[in-house]
């Protein structure tokens, strides 16, 4: 979930109606009582298969990688994944849920479902953008103790990004009746970093803080993620640290 302003949605005269009831407050509008999977998205995959012909097209014509990389906004080692395969890309089908992030990573592709899910149902370009700044490290998804992560969102005074408590509160308490149903949810999304103040190494939590929440109230203590890391040194050290997990 998200916020939306009102003025960018609603026409004037309805958004006056609005108004009467209520008036600079976050209000929650329930969606359409028509169930759908969890996740559920549609029309990315046919995007991914027609991006990477191109960029296929564009290698076969004798573009380099690097120039490749910059005009699709892709790390070069994913630019080299898709021009030096023989299989049609994408062979494997985008779903907001863990099985299909696992059948991504045995693909080759975890990095793939990344950017699938962050342009999709995790609402999240600016963060997609980003990653594809520097080649990643990309691991997973791992089953990691939940109590190594930190939440970063939250109603709380010390969270990084505070939210309404109501809002928290209820999207959590949906997510929990998610998690009790057994419905198949997609991984959390962790950083490791080493910050020059902590140098046994930290994970930052991208995504997944409303969902750890609800694990940690259900009394899950460990749930499947998938952790990118930047740097080779980084990376190392991850390895000496966490590899019992892997």
Not at 157 to 177: A, C, D, G, P, S
């Amino acid at each position: 979930m998200k916020y939306v302003n009102g003025k960018n949605i609603f026409p004037e005269a309805l958004l006056g109606q609005i108004q009467n009831y209520v008036s600079g407050e976050l209000v929650y509008i329930p969606a359409k009582e028509t169930r759908r999977t969890w996740g559920e998205s549609s029309g990315y995959k046919q995007y991914l298969i027609d991006r990477n012909r191109s960029i296929k097209a564009r290698f076969d014509a004798g573009v380099s990688i690097e120039r490749i990389a910059e005009e699709f906004y892709l790390s070069c080692e994913s630019v080299r994944k898709i021009v030096y395969t023989k299989k049609e890309v994408l062979a494997v089908e985008y779903q907001c849920t863990l099985t299909s992030a696992k059948a991504y990573a045995a693909a080759g592709q975890l990095e793939e479902w990344v950017h699938a899910y962050l342009l999709s149902d995790g609402h999240n370009r600016e963060f997609s953008d980003g990653l594809k700044l520097l080649d990643r490290y990309f691991l997973g998804p791992v089953t990691m103790p939940l109590a190594l992560f930190t939440r970063y969102c939250g109603p709380e005074e010390t969270m990084r990004w505070r939210i309404n408590r109501e809002w928290f509160e209820k999207h959590v308490q949906e997510l929990q009746e998610v998690i009790q149903r057994g419905e198949d949810m997609p991984p959390l999304i962790v950083h490791y970093l080493i910050d020059p103040l902590r140098p046994e190494g930290e994970f930052e939590l991208n995504d997944g803080n409303h969902r750890l929440e609800a694990y940690n109230r259900l009394g899950i203590r460990e749930y499947p993620t998938i952790i990118w890391i930047t740097e080779e040194g980084e990376y190392r050290q991850f390895l000496a640290q966490y590899a019992q997990y892997l």
